[in-house]
């Protein structure tokens, strides 16, 4: 701390920072990128291991054998009562055969109005029933349970999946180790039912859902497992842990799966890929970092990627188990499926405690290699430094006016608040109707425009985005008059701490959104002044604003599942992440969609107000 | 010899004076689940807490039980193990209710001064004898409901301050509970109905329950004289489902893998009952019993086929059974907590009423540790979307790491209903020795206690005859027009905010940090006086000024 007391080394100090600023905040920004692409590669990460002693050590024989009997289950639910057909859910027939098999069953019915229909599913008003069977652990008092889930919706067969739920259960039932209750849920409508049942068993509501009450509990939810087998022919499975706000569930369940993956030799695979052995080649790298980059486009998007997301807000740790045909030399039958499913459940039920050992903030760039926060939390330090750094230049600037002084300028006196005051204001105004205005505005739109309401939803928000462009630049004028040159630095000295704010506290919920924002939002921000050339720097600021972050991301993620699109199905994708953002939002409470439009937006719309300072 | 033939006449006098009954109940319930109940009865007309006499000769009284009487007072004292909960909407109602984990409840004689001391020594002395953590009972899970448990024996005592009552959920009830318990019985479990009580197979079961009941009765109808009675019984429900590799089909050797051959010689009866009121034509039991015999339990009249063991016919019981429509159990309660996050939350008590037309008031008691600190604003009784407000209402809040919530309440709950009483609460951050070695689990909530009055679709039987059945007889009834039921919920498991405990090296290190650099350079900065110092004089003036020194030379500025 000398460092500091001594006011000469002090001065030496700053002057070195505001000196070197701009090469030292290249370097950072240069650094964070490598840093965060080096995490990909092997020999920096650490491979995965059990941390919970109750999942660990533990023997556990699968014996489940009754497969071939799910599979003509999943025929006899199939064609005579359309399981997730167009007629719905089979309800009766799903209530007499978890009756059978001795389970305690219950249903639910719920109905929601969505704010607008949802073309990519064509829903609007949502009507169904959740029908859920537990069945009681033996000389167990209530108080834990544990959950598998097949979702069974319209236009999706999983009947495999709900047929391999029932014949699991039977086998269950046979079974006198349960320590826990298994309930065994068939969600209609996917993420609707499965919200549905979840606030009906929390007896909350945050999304305004309408649902009959539950009759059965089973206590404190541990665990759950959500089973998704869309094809005939399963020839691996896949593993998706990303739920909603990119909350991931404890490690130690992506490493159970794995484990037993390994046990019985299925093939498993994470955001699809398979696992490579060759990391020291550039074939094997890239392939992590494409199995890395995956996983940080989808936590960053803040949506659940299967049922299990939705699981996670309420502390039970969940995951979703996807089988994928597209290995053509592997088969996995139905017997493996349910025997991995029986290890895991068999483990799980094994618990003493929450699962808690392991880490809950990770990426992975395969399944056997994990990245903890530890690793990857400097990536984006390194770049939210540069907003610091740039502040404390600015900062050091506005506090040596005696520069000015010297040079005979008479320096007008320090700006009012209202010069910094009303861009804010006016900007998250501007945010508050992105947020508002499309949803409520539809009716009209609709009206007058020939669109759909989706399309008029959509097509608002980027009216009101692009609109925002326009507004809010010189606002302070209005109140303050001329912009002077300290104005604009305590604008942009207000806005890179706010930034740095808003993203610090982003990655630490959801390192990859963080992470995402900073990289496109980070350069132009520190680098942007009023005197610059306009029309390119406009040009570049647009097209590092958030609206294109998503178009890129969108672009890129296409691209890394191999699926690559045109620009203008890039477009019609971007249109419809738009609506989905909204959508997800409004359903399940995502906080993607509110913290861009509240927060990100207006703090954007600060910069560009700088941009256009006179 | 006058003396000795004198005492010889004594003993059989006061052996004359202690009789031993020993019953099994068995019920084919709807779920397909057999259930059996075991009761064994002491009965001996000794008075544990008269002045100046001491008790010491036992002969049928287990003596280990007679001493903790007379030495704390007791006047009646309730105990049960469970493991597993009792399924009410499948299995209608027990013959003797229990909650899951242990459960403790004991009234003192009025004598007592100090109950709390009393109560604490009891707790370990039994303990011991039931090799169970009843020594966890302290004071801040100790409660004293003030309407909720009656005295079930003699006497009318209402004062609450001689109760006390506690329970511990998380108890795991095992073979090492039910050893002592065994050898409690007059015959252990050499001879008579005990000889089926093989733990292997009672721990292969859907339900376990083991409890001991001692109170004092009358000895006959006019109430002359007293008896101590102690009562030791057994629940089990056995899975068919599991172990029937699914044929309805039992026997006493399929559930216990031991036969009956003879009663316990000391018993004056012995008998094992066979539920066959639902569906009589469809039983099969074999050997057939002549003897039917009917009892009005818990509101309904049920029709048994009785083994009289002492006159032995077999000792076979096979029967396949159908399952029937059960009538729906006309109390029912449950509970969960609702919300999420580890802040704040809901329990919700869940009450139905399931009679088609009768009112009836039921006795809430729910106690809640303090951790959990109640917002008793909150308190809402709805039934039928209609507030209904509670006739009674006893409240004692909790003190912090002292004594736990009481709450009990009167409420009517209107024919055919659905009952829900909801109280928010705040979930305290514990001290960091306060966590239990596994604090992610959660906490244990006991179960509440819904006490009722049942109306009862029979008219039950209200005078006091000897040779009613052990399963009939326990709670004295005392119109004919309702029966007493107790309903016990499941306890909760709630999760407090719980620090990381893998964390204390990272926490030393990171504080230690925090002082070394953060605090220690404040704390510089802060004390430190600042001069300014003097450029120090070039080296070629030190030199010189030094050569000065040594020839005596006034020095240079």
Redesign the interface.
């Known amino acids: 701390m000398g460092l500091l007391s001594d006011p000469n080394r002090r001065k030496a100090l700053t002057g070195l920072l505001t000196r070197l600023n701009t090469p030292i905040c290249i370097v950072c920004y240069l650094a964070g990128i490598v840093w965060f692409m080096g995490l990909a590669f092997e020999p920096f990460t650490l491979r995965t291991y059990m941390s919970e002693n109750a999942m660990g050590s533990t023997m556990v024989e699968e014996r489940f054998s009754s497969g071939e009997r799910a599979l003509s289950l999943a025929k006899e639910f199939d064609p005579p009562s359309a399981c997730c057909g167009l007629n719905g859910m089979p309800v009766e027939w799903l209530v007499k055969a978890m009756q059978s098999r001795g389970l305690e069953v219950f249903t639910q019915s719920f109905s929601r109005k969505l704010p607008f229909p949802d073309e990519n599913k064509e829903r609007y008003m949502v009507r169904g029933t959740n029908v859920y069977g537990i069945l009681r652990a033996p000389r167990a008092p209530r108080t834990e349970a544990l959950v598998i889930t097949a979702p069974c919706s319209p236009g999706n067969t999983n009947n495999q999946a709900v047929a391999l739920l029932l014949a699991l259960a039977q086998y269950f039932r046979n079974q006198i180790y349960w320590a826990k209750d298994i309930i065994f849920l068939v969600n209609e409508h996917d993420l609707i039912g499965t919200q549905a049942w979840l606030e009906g068993y929390h007896h909350t509501n945050i999304t305004g859902m309408e649902y009959s009450p539950l009759q059965g509990r089973a206590g404190s939810i541990q665990a759950a497992l959500s089973l998704e087998l869309s094809s005939d022919v399963i020839t691996s499975l896949d593993l998706v842990l990303e739920g909603l706000n990119g909350q991931l569930p404890n490690l130690d369940l992506a490493n159970l799966f794995y484990a037993f993956c390994q046990k019985l030799g299925v093939l498993c695979t994470i955001q699809g890929k398979l696992q490579r052995n060759d990391w020291d080649t550039a074939e094997g790298y890239t392939h992590a970092a494409q199995t890395m980059m995956l996983m940080v486009l989808k936590q960053a998007c803040g949506r659940s990627w299967g049922d299990h997301g939705l699981f996670l807000r309420y502390h039970i740790e969940a995951a979703s188990v996807r089988g994928i045909n597209s290995f053509r030399h592997y088969k996995t039958d139905a017997t493996t499926i349910g025997r991995l499913l029986e290890g895991m459940v068999r483990k799980l039920n094994n618990l003493l405690e929450r699962l808690h050992q392991s880490y809950f903030f990770y990426l992975l760039p395969s399944l056997s290699r994990f990245v903890s926060i530890g690793y990857y939390m400097p990536a984006f330090g390194l770049l939210a430094v540069i907003l610091l750094l740039r502040a404390l230049d600015l900062w050091v600037h506005l506090g040596a006016p005696a520069l000015a002084a010297v040079d005979g300028v008479t320096e007008p006196s320090s700006p009012g608040v209202l010069t910094v005051l009303t861009p804010v204001v006016i900007s998250h105004l501007t945010g508050v109707a992105l947020y508002l205005l499309p949803v409520h505005l539809q009716e009209m739109a609709v009206e007058h425009f020939p669109v759909s309401e989706t399309e008029a939803v959509v097509l608002t928000a980027i009216a009101i985005y692009t609109a925002g462009l326009a507004l809010p630049h010189n606002t302070q004028r209005l109140l303050s008059g001329e912009g002077t040159e300290q104005g604009w630095k305590v604008l942009k000295l207000t806005a890179l701490l706010y930034l740095a704010v808003l993203l610090g506290c982003t990655a630490l919920i959801n390192f990859s959104l963080g992470f995402i924002l900073a990289v496109t939002l980070v350069p132009i921000t520190a680098s942007i002044t009023p005197h610059m050339p306009k029309a390119l720097y406009a040009v570049v600021m647009v097209l590092l604003s958030p609206a294109f972050t998503i178009l890129y991301c969108v672009f890129i993620y296409q691209e890394l599942i191999e699926a690559p699109v045109s620009v203008s199905e890039g477009w019609m994708l971007f249109l419809s992440v738009i609506s989905q953002g909204i959508l997800d939002h409004a359903l399940y409470g995502s906080l993607v969609y509110p913290l861009l439009a509240l927060f990100i937006y207006p703090c954007w719309l600060m910069f560009w107000n700088i941009l256009f300072w006179n | 010899m006058l003396i000795l033939s004198s005492l010889l006449l004594f003993i059989l006098l006061a052996a004359a004076r202690d009789e031993f009954q020993e019953e099994l109940v068995i019920r084919p319930l709807h779920s397909g689940d057999i259930y059996a109940s075991f009761q064994f009865r002491t009965l001996w007309d000794t008075d544990f807490l008269q002045e100046g006499q001491k008790v010491s000769h036992y002969r049928l009284f287990p003596k280990s039980l007679g001493q903790v009487l007379s030495k704390f007072s007791v006047r009646e004292l309730h105990i049960s193990f469970t493991?597993?909960?009792w399924?009410t909407m499948?299995w209608g109602q027990p013959f003797i209710p229990s909650p899951?984990?242990a459960e403790l409840w004991v009234w003192f004689h009025d004598t007592v001064s100090d109950v709390d001391g009393n109560w604490k020594e009891l707790t370990n002395v039994l303990s011991g004898i039931f090799c169970a953590s009843l020594n966890f009972i302290d004071l801040t899970n100790t409660v004293q409901p003030s309407a909720s448990f009656k005295p079930l024996g003699l006497g009318n005592a209402t004062d609450h301050r001689f109760l006390r009552y506690a329970t511990l959920?998380r108890e795991i009830v095992c073979t090492e509970n039910l050893t002592p318990w065994k050898k409690l019985l007059p015959c252990g479990s050499k001879a008579g109905l005990a000889v089926l009580m093989k733990s292997e197979k009672l721990?292969?079961?859907?339900?376990?329950s083991q409890a001991v009941h001692i109170r004092p009765i009358c000895q006959d109808e006019q109430c002359s004289s007293k008896a101590w009675e102690l009562r030791q019984t057994l629940n089990v429900v056995f899975?068919l489902?599991?172990s029937g590799q699914g044929k309805k089909e039992w026997s006493l050797f399929k559930m216990f893998s031991r036969t009956l051959t003879e009663a316990c010689p000391l018993a004056s009866s012995s008998k094992v009952y066979v539920d066959i009121t639902d569906n009589p034509e469809l039983f099969e039991l074999s050997p057939a019993t002549p003897l039917l015999g009917q009892a009005v339990v818990l509101g309904d009249r049920r029709t048994y086929s009785v083994y009289d063991l002492i006159m032995p016919t077999s000792s076979m019981v096979l029967s396949p059974c159908a399952l029937g429509d059960m009538l729906r159990p006309l109390l029912h309660a449950?509970r969960?907590?609702?919300?999420?996050?580890?802040q704040t939350g809901?329990i919700?008590t869940v009450i139905y009423n399931n009679h088609p037309y009768r009112a009836f008031p039921v006795l809430l008691m729910d106690s809640v540790p303090w951790y959990l600190q109640l917002y008793i604003h909150t308190l809402t009784v709805t039934s039928k979307s209609r507030d209904n407000k509670p006739s009674y209402i006893h409240y004692q809040p909790a003190k912090d790491r002292h004594r736990p919530h009481l709450l009990e309440m009167l409420i009517q709950l209107p024919p055919h209903s659905m009952t829900e009483v909801t109280v928010q609460f705040e979930r305290a951050l514990l001290k960091w020795t306060e966590y239990t070695p596994?604090?992610?689990?959660?906490f244990?909530v006991g179960s509440s206690v819904v006490s009722a009055l049942v109306p009862s679709m029979v008219a039950m039987r209200t005078n006091f005859t000897q040779d009613q059945p052990l399963f009939s007889s326990f709670v004295p009834v005392k119109e004919e027009s309702s029966y007493f039921v107790r309903v016990y919920t499941?306890?909760?498991?709630?999760?407090l905010p719980?620090p990381?405990f893998?964390m204390p090296y990272n926490v030393i290190c990171l504080t230690c940090t925090v002082v070394a650099v953060g605090y220690?350079?404040?704390y510089?900065?802060l004390t430190?006086t600042?001069q300014v110092d003097e450029p120090s004089p070039p080296l070629s003036k030190r030199l010189a000024n030094l050569i000065r020194r040594m020839r005596g030379v006034p020095l240079l500025t």
Do not use: C, I, K
């Open positions: 493991q597993g909960f399924r499948q899951p984990g959920p721990f292969h079961s859907s339900f376990h899975d489902h599991t449950e969960y907590v609702a919300g999420f996050g580890l809901e919700h596994d604090p992610n689990h959660g244990y499941e306890p909760l498991l709630v999760n719980t990381d893998s220690g350079s404040f510089n900065l430190r600042f």
